[in-house]
């Protein structure tokens, strides 16, 4: 039984490709996740977006694969396959029968050297991605979050939206696409996770195959930016015809790699319930719990439809955000009064025992959950490659049991105080 | 490997005393266990000024039972991280959870307290009254919600229980009392039109006995539980036939503040038992789902470049359908978008589709059978259709020579029977007919 702790095996190619195995023989299944370090925090101005671009672009035909068997070798295997671009990574998987490992390796290695970026295809592409961002600006909830990040954000690039400004999208050019390729697309900037029904000697000899003459690059230097202390609270407004009010806050917040992140995490969970480390919160959702404080003051008194909380592992310090979906006819300010209460509170006196241990259960039945399946397996390992050590994965539960009540209280005075936060409000107009 | 699959799987199924159908698989790579516990409960036992009750009626399951507060469900959950979710989709209504094994049976009691004993609560009726109201009152600034509203308004006659929204309407929310939650627990909740599944790190007699003790003291109520022995599937509801619109017909729902446009091309598609369902399977795989949509994909996506997202379903259930075509795309590309998509019905009733579409589509479907089986919601859910529609426990087995067997002769035919294209409703909500273009149309 591996009851969701595979023994992974760690391997490094002489190009600098990190190897990533975790043999899981219940299911006659392999995922196979290829991470590269690059995602918008390393764009520019006039290239915001590339990075997802860039990923778009990379399904679009290699030289030996083609643009239509890049999609169809894996889903007539039975397979599924997609990719995503967020801040700090972009990934490619392939989920499918274990037998069909080598097309997944010959798909990732193509990918890591041989797309096309034709002019044509490139053009082409240009109004799916505004497609794309268009389809998400028609939701309130994604413009109010743009704009409460880019206001918290004034140094840092995590301050603008992964799918880039429009502006840029409709202006940049194919070769600053394909620089951007070249640039980090790089065997020593990616790590290769495979996880399920496979022998991991067979599986490395098969990697060393498809990998092994890559050659190597100069890793591009990473973001040095830092964001200056915020010295007071930062408020931004967004006023637009629509139905509803919404209220997101956003704080600025510790990365993974902090030593008080896995404080803020149990914090987390103390306020709003415990949502575990999965970019994708597991498909669970990331809504308050019933007992939560955040629920009591908000939810309960029937001034929000709706509250949640978001604390994200990132690599460099990004954002604690809480949302609300505030019910019609009630103040702004009774709103923001009762969570701001809520968030005092724990500043003030330290959480009890029992409310303590209630948020670790919480975050570690999550991470059990998390637990469920190669493709999840897969992604945590890799998700956490590209922002810390994929190591400390494995003690995280260890950690979340190591926070005490007092540093609960002591990490929500200091970071979650007013002086660092932004505010966000999006205020519905009369619909024409 | 699709056998491999079958073979893995070899859930017990058994029925109490009381009529409840119990389904059980265990799965001993996971330390957490899925539950879910489902009956013939959903929106299609409403009426259209009744729309929502269904879904308040599940949601409220677990705001209060005789024995124990929306606090103390709450404490248990939170204490043991666990999650607990009552809803309701057309046909069946559904407690689930999903807890660490450790807690399989604490978690089992509180599934069967809230199926069997809700007490509703008149304040926290109320409470979810107003959440309910605001998630409608959000939709209506939703493009994706509006044209599928528009959509299953204009497809199905008013009184087709596929007609109206699952949430219900501001008005139709007001009107319901809690006597009529009560009501409908009453009629609908009963052992013997239930069908409980239970995947994950439990063992058979671990999971038997835990049965018996919680749910084993269900009685059935008083209203229809379905006919004697016939589970969940008897007690399913008669979902009536739709017929084709006349003719092909546009509605139009404008909402000048978005940027975008939803599109949906729709008419009423098969029920799921009906036997063109595996051919008509593996023809949507290649109109619109194969390869990230299909022909369609391939056409609007890939070829013109005109949206991002473009796909087909089939919706095939206890009644029939709605077949759809959903599409996202700039108001100024709607018309190119909304031809290619009636371009493509047309002529996959039209012409063959090629030997090479035929086998790819029929090995994504019966290759993809172990994939569908990762996790325990997976199998839970496969689970559970098996026994709704009665597939018999060896249909896992037999999954790769139904959908292996359809040929392409099986596939025009199916097409020319069951897609409309002059036949259908074309649905837009967005920013659509453009401001300058929009001439009388708008509002």
Redesign the interface.
């Known amino acids: 039984?591996?009851?969701?702790r595979p023994q992974v095996i760690e391997h490094t190619l002489d190009n600098g490709l990190r190897v990533l195995l975790a043999p899981?023989h219940?299911?006659?299944?392999v995922s196979v996740w290829c991470w590269y370090h690059v995602g918008s925090k390393d764009e520019g101005p006039g290239t915001t977006g590339a990075s997802h671009w860039v990923e778009h672009m990379n399904f679009k035909g290699t030289e030996g694969i083609s643009?239509?068997d890049l999609?169809?070798w894996i889903?007539?295997?039975?397979?599924?396959w997609n990719g995503y671009t967020w801040i700090d990574q972009t990934t490619y998987f392939e989920?499918?029968?274990a037998?069909g490992l080598d097309l997944a390796l010959q798909i990732e290695s193509e990918r890591m050297t041989g797309c096309l970026y034709d002019p044509e295809e490139f053009?082409?592409?240009?109004?799916?991605?505004?497609?794309?961002l268009?389809?998400n600006?028609?939701?309130?909830g994604y413009v109010l979050g743009g704009e409460v990040a880019a206001a918290a954000f004034r140094a840092h690039p995590y301050g603008w939206p992964t799918l880039g400004w429009l502006s840029d999208l409709e202006t940049m050019e194919r070769d600053d696409l394909y620089r951007h390729y070249r640039n980090y697309y790089l065997p020593n900037n990616a790590t290769l996770v495979v996880a399920g029904d496979i022998d991991s000697t067979e599986a490395l000899r098969r990697i060393e195959h498809y990998f092994g003459a890559i050659e190597s690059g100069e890793r591009p230097r990473g973001v040095r930016t830092r964001e200056p202390e915020q010295e007071g609270e930062r408020r931004v407004v967004v006023e637009?015809?629509?139905?509803?009010r919404y209220l997101d806050v956003a704080f600025h917040a510790p990365a993974f790699g902090d030593e008080d992140f896995m404080q803020l995490l149990v914090a987390d969970a103390v306020l709003s319930?415990?949502k575990g480390i999965n970019l994708w919160a597991g498909g669970?959702g990331r809504n308050a719990?019933?007992?939560?404080p955040l629920y009591q003051a908000l939810?309960?008194p029937?001034l929000v439809?709706?509250v949640s909380s978001a604390l994200l592992p990132t690599e460099q310090p990004y954002l604690y955000g809480i949302s609300a979906?505030v019910?019609?006819g009630v103040a702004e300010s009774a709103v923001e009064e009762a969570l701001f209460t809520a968030i005092d509170a724990l500043a003030q006196a330290k959480p009890s025992e029992h409310a303590l241990?209630?948020a670790k259960?919480?975050?570690?039945?999550?991470l059990?959950?998390d637990?469920?399946?190669?493709?999840?397996i897969a992604h945590q390992l890799g998700y956490f490659s590209t922002i810390a050590d994929w190591k400390r994965l494995a003690a995280v539960p260890d950690e979340i049991e190591a926070v005490t009540a007092e540093q609960v209280r002591e990490v929500v005075g200091r970071r979650l105080s007013a002086r660092r936060r932004t505010i966000g409000w999006f205020r519905?107009q009369a619909?024409? | 490997m699709s056998a491999a699959a079958g073979e893995r799987l070899r859930p017990e199924r058994f029925v109490l005393a009381n009529g409840l159908t119990v389904l059980h698989q265990e799965n001993a790579v996971s330390s957490a266990v899925t539950i879910n516990l489902q009956l013939a409960a959903g929106a299609a036992f409403e009426t259209a000024a009744t729309a929502g009750l269904a879904g308040f009626c599940a949601a409220m399951l677990k705001r209060g039972t005789g024995q124990r507060s929306k606090t103390q469900i709450g404490e248990h959950l939170d204490f043991t991280g666990s999650l607990l979710a009552g809803g309701a989709t057309r046909h069946t209504a559904s407690v689930g959870a999903k807890a660490r094994a450790a807690d399989f049976e604490s978690m089992l009691e509180l599934v069967g307290e809230c199926a069997m004993m809700p007490s509703f609560p008149v304040e926290e009726v109320e409470k979810l009254r107003g959440d309910i109201l605001t998630a409608i009152q959000e939709d209506l600034d939703d493009t994706g919600q509006m044209v599928i509203d528009r959509l299953r308004a204009a497809v199905y006659a008013a009184e087709h229980p596929y007609a109206w929204r699952l949430l219900g309407t501001e008005e139709s929310i007001q009107r319901i009392s809690r006597d009529q939650l009560a009501a409908f627990h009453r009629a609908h909740f009963g052992p013997g039109g239930a069908v409980l599944v239970i995947v994950g790190a439990v063992g058979e007699e671990r999971a038997r006995e835990a049965v018996e003790t919680s749910l084993g003291g269900w009685l059935a109520a008083t209203g229809s539980q379905g006919p004697d022995g016939g589970g969940l599937a008897a007690a399913l509801p008669n979902i009536p036939d739709a017929p084709a619109p006349a003719a092909r017909q546009t509605v139009v729902h404008t909402m000048s503040n978005k940027v975008q446009a939803d599109v949906a091309i729709g008419h009423p598609g098969l029920r799921r038992l009906d036997d063109d369902y595996y051919a008509a399977t593996v023809m949507n795989m290649i109109l619109g789902s194969f390869a990230m949509g299909g022909r369609l994909g391939r056409v609007i996506r890939e070829e013109k470049g005109m949206a991002y997202y473009v796909h087909s379903s089939l919706g095939a259930g206890v009644g029939p359908g709605p077949f759809m075509i959903r599409a996202g795309v700039h108001p100024s590309n709607v018309d190119t978008a909304v031809e290619c998509a009636l371009d493509e019905m047309e002529r996959i009733r039209r012409e063959p589709v090629t030997d090479e579409e035929l086998s790819d589509a029929k090995s994504a479907i019966v290759r993809s059978l172990p994939r569908q089986l990762e996790n325990n919601e997976g199998i839970a859910g496969a689970l559970h259709s098996i026994e709704q529609y009665r597939l018999g426990l060896d249909y896992l087995d037999r999954f790769p020579d139904l959908f292996g067997g359809v040929t392409t002769e099986q596939v025009m035919e199916v097409a020319q029977r069951r897609l409309h294209p002059d036949h259908c409703v074309v649905a837009v909500a967005g920013p659509y007919p453009e401001a300058d273009a929009a001439g009388e149309e708008g509002a």
């Open positions: 039984m591996n009851n969701g899981l219940a299911a006659p299944l643009r239509e999609k169809v889903e007539r295997a039975g397979g599924m989920t499918l029968a037998d053009e082409s592409e240009r109004t799916v991605i505004i497609s794309e268009q389809g600006e028609n939701n309130p637009r015809p629509g139905t509803t319930g415990g669970f719990r019933t007992t939560s939810v309960e029937e439809a709706g979906t019910r019609d241990r209630k259960n919480q975050l570690l039945a999550q059990a959950f637990d469920e399946g190669v493709t999840r519905p619909l024409p």
